[in-house]
């Protein structure tokens, strides 16, 4: 999914100019990173904030339309109101095409009502970790990573080095961080009890 921001170069600095800028509707924000320097922008308040409501839009390389000209980036810092439904501030990571990068990725449930541990035994399923950090090139980054549960039973867990990575993309996990469970399926309390009376 190709998610576009559209951004002004902004000159005024300091906490009285961003307070103006807000009660105007605009949000403050920074580009860093890359071989550019860091440039101070302002986005229309109505537009990011709907477009940080997407999951996508935390997980994807966007491209920043600055004045016209566009660059991939990464979303890396939100900054929003301790009550009210205002974003305060965003900070925005340039990605060279050709560098790997670090970053977070959602996961997605499946088929947790078909697994056995679920259909057979009366289970619930446990999401330990909902999003597994990765490095991979901006171009193979997934929006997401699936992790099918049609397999487990009850007192079993899935780990991340079990997950079908997308081509390109590896894990940012070593040694025992490999083996943490991301879901499991604990078996109904009565079930439990009669285990342990054994």
């Avoid at 071989?35 to 101070?40: C, E, L, Q, Y």
């Avoid at 439904?85 to 997605?108: E, G, S, Y």
């Avoid at 078909?114 to 999003?131: F, N, Q, R």
């Amino acid at each position: 999914m190709k998610i576009e921001v559209i951004a002004k170069k902004r000159d005024v600095q300091g906490k009285g100019a961003s307070r103006r800028l807000r009660h105007a509707g605009v949000v403050p924000a920074v580009v860093y990173g890359g071989k550019s320097d860091a440039v101070s922008i302002e986005l229309d308040h109505n537009s990011i904030y709907h477009q940080l409501r997407m999951e996508a839009f935390h997980s994807s390389v966007l491209t920043l339309n600055l004045d016209g000209k566009k660059e991939p980036v990464l979303l890396r810092d939100v900054q929003m109101h301790a009550y009210k439904q205002i974003v305060l501030h965003v900070d925005f990571q340039r990605v060279p095409a050709d560098q790997k990068l670090h970053t977070k990725v959602p996961l997605h449930f499946v088929n947790g009502d078909v697994a056995p541990g679920v259909k057979l035994t009366g289970g619930k399923v446990s999401h330990i970790m909902t999003e597994v950090d990765v490095a991979c090139l901006p171009k193979d980054l997934p929006e997401f990573i699936e992790v099918d549960l049609k397999d487990l039973a009850a007192g079993h867990s899935i780990h991340l080095n079990e997950l079908k990575l997308p081509k390109g993309v590896e894990l940012v996990a070593h040694g025992k961080a490999a083996e943490q469970a991301v879901a499991s399926i604990s078996a109904p309390k009565g079930g439990a009890e009669e285990a342990a009376a054994e």
